[in-house]
């Protein structure tokens, strides 16, 4: 679904009235709000900093491409042959982090991003970057990484990607973040955000045991669990 340009607005100065009042009437009753941005769309997004600014984010499927006037996308579809969930590649602009920062300085929210994974070995720290340096303080967390235990599925990984792995890789990302100058906080990592437990992916547990918890605790916010 289109949720971030129906719901929050076309980029970043120009927020949806509706979705602010809701937001207000939350704030008002419950108090602070702390919200998400991410998804599968997370481990395929790159942000390109010269698009325009009304065009926030290029969804790439099937060999074609498709401009949208939005700021974020959340879209699968099946392929139903394989078992696999088909998640687009995304180019998405720093709008959606001047929306996310300008909705905070109207209400109390903060939020968590997600942040890619898919590709270890030329890791994309930019969305991480920016997002520190414009959120500030109300970046709570970048979710590292998002249902590792489905990324055969996803079409991420092959079938034997397994919990050691992925402990092996988080590190080696991890790592990366930790030398990047332009990352000012390398303490507010959110993982492991499994999905389904046994059958369908991994518990938390069976995370655990491969020495996740020892390796990456001063680095970890958040422990996330997906259901």
Known sequence: SNWTSNA?????????????????????????????????????????????KKSIVKADGNNSTVRLHTLFLSSFSSNVSSGQT????LDVSPEILYAMNNISAL????????????DTSAPRLLMGELSQKILGD??????????????????????SYNQAQYNTEFGEVLQDYID???????TMFIAPSVCCGD??????????????LDNYKDHL???????
Not at 86 to 89: A, E, K, M, S, V
Not at 180 to 186: C, K
Not at 199 to 212: A, D, L, R
């Open 8 to 52: 929050v607005g076309e980029n970043g100065y120009y927020l949806n009235p509706i979705f602010l009042n809701l937001m207000s009437t939350l704030t008002t009753r419950a108090g602070a709000l702390y919200i998400r941005v991410g998804g599968n769309t997370q481990d395929l997004a790159t942000v390109l900093t010269d698009v325009m």
């Open 199 to 212: 059958g369908i992916g991994w518990t938390p547990e069976s995370v655990w045991n491969t020495g996740f």
């Open 221 to 227: 916010s958040y422990l996330s669990i997906e259901q």
């Open 107 to 118: 209400l109390p929210i903060k939020w968590f991003i997600g942040v890619p994974f898919n």
């Open 138 to 159: 109300n970046l709570l967390g970048l979710q590292l990484g998002n249902e590792p235990d489905l990324y055969f599925n996803n079409g991420i990984r092959d079938s």
């Open 180 to 186: 990047d100058s332009s990352i000012t906080n390398d």
């Open 86 to 89: 088909f998640t687009p590649r």
